[in-house]
T-cell receptor, first 111, second 117 residues
Framework: KQEVTQIPAALSVPEGENLVLNCSFT??????LQWFRQDPGKGLTSLLL?????REQTSGRLNASLDKSSGRSTLYIAASQPGDSATYLC??????????FGAGTRLTVKP | NAGVMQNPRHLVRRRGQEARLRCSPM?????VYWYRQLPEEGLKFMVY????????ESGMPKERFSAEFPKEGPSILRIQQVVRGDSAAYFC???????????????FGPGTRLTVT
């Protein structure tokens, strides 16, 4: 059974700092991995999707990497801003179309 | 193209009542997924449906919960005789095809927050 773990559970950084969020999964037989952002009381916003054959994806200040063999993904946020404050969720899609989520990392960027 | 729509956004029910949560997928999407997010926990898969078919309900509680996705109309997640432990955010997602080349992705709705009093 696929298990997804995100570390750290919470992170507080000053504005402008670069940071890395970590995601690990136990079963490397995945179809893709997706990073989401969730704001309090709101739905999910998809940030980046990495197919199993890809190593990384970039969008603006965000870069996500995937090492399928070791069961790890990282989300790198450059030059963090207070508006980046949210919970970041990692989700892996298995080959039988099931998606499993981590518990998330709650990020606070202080002005 | 409107995104995935869920209604109501907030639902309050007393213990023992029924809760009906609706999800309208994105236009052109025929696959719907329901997830539950309990307080302080991650999202957990509940059920995966195509039109008129339940494909995978491995995450659904065995009792009181049911889901459908009829030929016409939205997908419905139904919770009978709700209990306090059912209080959670319920998210729906849709996708165009289960595996659409290499670009498969689920699009999420804003969620329905159920509070059982």
């Amino acid at each position: 059974k696929q298990e997804v773990t995100q570390i750290p559970a919470a992170l507080s950084v000053p504005e402008g700092e670069n940071l890395v969020l970590n995601c690990s999964f136990t079963d490397s037989a995945i179809y893709n991995l997706q990073w989401f952002r969730q704001d309090p009381g709101k739905g999910l916003t998809s940030l980046l999707l990495i197919q199993s054959s890809q190593r990384e994806q970039t969008s603006g200040r965000l870069n996500a990497s995937l090492d399928k063999s070791s069961g790890r993904s990282t989300l790198y946020i450059a030059a963090s801003q207070p508006g980046d404050s949210a919970t970041y969720l990692c989700a892996v899609m298995g080959n039988n179309n099931d998606m499993r989520f981590g518990a998330g990392t709650r990020l606070t960027v202080k002005p | 193209n409107a995104g995935v729509m869920q209604n109501p956004r907030h639902l309050v029910r007393r213990r023992g009542q029924e809760a009906r949560l609706r999800c309208s997928p994105m236009k052109g999407h025929s696959h719907v997924y329901w997830y539950r997010q309990l307080p302080e926990e991650g999202l957990k898969f509940m059920v995966y449906l195509q039109k008129e078919n339940i494909i995978d309900e491995s995450g659904m509680p065995k009792e009181r919960f049911s889901a459908e996705f009829p030929k016409e109309g939205p997908s419905i997640l139904r919770i009978q005789q709700v209990v306090r432990g059912d209080s959670a955010a319920y998210f729906c997602a849709s996708s165009p095809l289960a595996f659409s080349g290499s670009l498969y992705e689920q699009y999420f709705g804003p969620g329905t927050r159920l509070t059982v009093t």
